[in-house]
């Protein structure tokens, strides 16, 4: 096991990819036909991806500005993206496309957005919502379901969240993951289709609170809270853990199997990619970090990457 007690300022093992620098990363995921990464920058409200080979040090990086904040968006079967913004669900039929709203939300935008999301293997998109004052559990999780034509159908699926994050869907076990960032917890659900529901929530993971009075320069241990996940193909569920400089891997009953550092001290969401899926990306944040600690942490707002021994899984297409 890796040290419990990362250093964000060693970058050994990560290269970051030139030209990525964010606010806030989040929502990354591997096109496999474009042979691109894509992922977002919720306070600078842009798209971005990746243009020609990365390991190889050749890729751009293309950027599509976004009329509100986008929280999280995966690639569309029949072309383009589905996207949440603020106030809905949007879908663009081409990168930099028109967008049209397939499934509006009447939340109170001044206090409520979407943060976290992704397809499931059926082509549905699920996306939860974050309770910006961060003070009462209202955020929720819905599943938007655009198949057969007509009008998208919104189903909630969960609630009682302050922070909607680190969503895992894992058709084969009928398990879902979903995390509340903000109260350092990890849930699990059992899934079922059909009918498609959630049931028998319950504790996946309990991570323990921030220290009173942490710092980063304190010297306190704390492993950070769970923000974007993914898995791997040996189930593994790997988390970013936000203030934490690390992801960690868990295994079906939410133990830690290992602690992986990243230089950065806020790792957002990690995806797989490359063509086999061995090449581990992660999102990061500067967004409110103090200046010193960016001085220590070049970094952090980049995405960064590295080769891994085992792959995770393909992304799932929205189907409309």
């Not at 243009?51 to 569309?76: N, S, T, Y």
Request: aromatic content about 8%.
């Amino acid at each position: 096991m890796a040290d419990p007690t990362p250093n964000p300022s060693d970058t050994a093992g990560w290269t970051a990819l030139p030209g990525s620098d964010c606010a806030l990363g989040e929502s990354p995921f591997w096109h496999p036909h474009e042979r691109a990464l894509h992922w977002l920058d919720i306070p600078g409200r842009q798209a971005l991806r990746t243009r020609g080979d990365i390991a190889g040090g050749q890729a751009v990086v293309e950027r599509w500005a976004l009329p509100q904040e986008p929280g999280c968006m995966a690639p569309a079967r029949r072309g383009g993206l589905v996207i949440a913004l603020r106030d809905g669900i949007y879908r663009a039929r081409e990168w930099g496309g028109a967008l049209q709203c397939i499934a509006a939300f009447d939340h109170d935008t001044a206090t409520m957005r979407f943060n976290d999301g992704k397809c499931d293997p059926q082509g549905r998109f699920w996306a939860g919502t974050l309770q910006e004052p961060k003070d009462r559990p209202i955020a929720a999780l819905y599943c938007i379901d655009a198949r057969g034509g007509g009008p998208a159908r919104v189903q909630k699926m969960a609630g009682e969240a302050i922070t909607a994050n680190g969503l895992v869907l894992v058709p084969e076990r009928g398990r879902v993951y979903w995390a509340d960032t903000a109260a350092h917890a990890v849930r699990a659900y059992d899934w079922t289709d059909p009918p498609h529901a959630l049931t028998g929530e319950r504790l996946f993971r309990q991570f323990d609170p921030k220290p009173a009075g942490w710092t980063p320069e304190s010297g306190v241990p704390y492993d950070g809270r769970p923000d974007g996940a993914t898995l791997d193909r040996d189930g593994r569920y790997w988390v970013a853990m936000f203030e934490g400089g690390q992801l960690q891997a868990l295994d079906a009953e939410g133990r830690t199997l290992e602690r992986l550092p990243v230089p950065a001290r806020c790792p957002t969401m990690p995806c797989f990619g490359g063509d086999d899926l061995c090449t581990l990306f992660v999102t990061t944040a500067r967004k409110g970090r103090p200046a010193a600690e960016l001085a220590r942490q070049p970094m952090a707002g980049q995405v960064l990457w590295r080769r891994m021994a085992a792959p995770g899984r393909p992304v799932a297409f929205f189907e409309d």
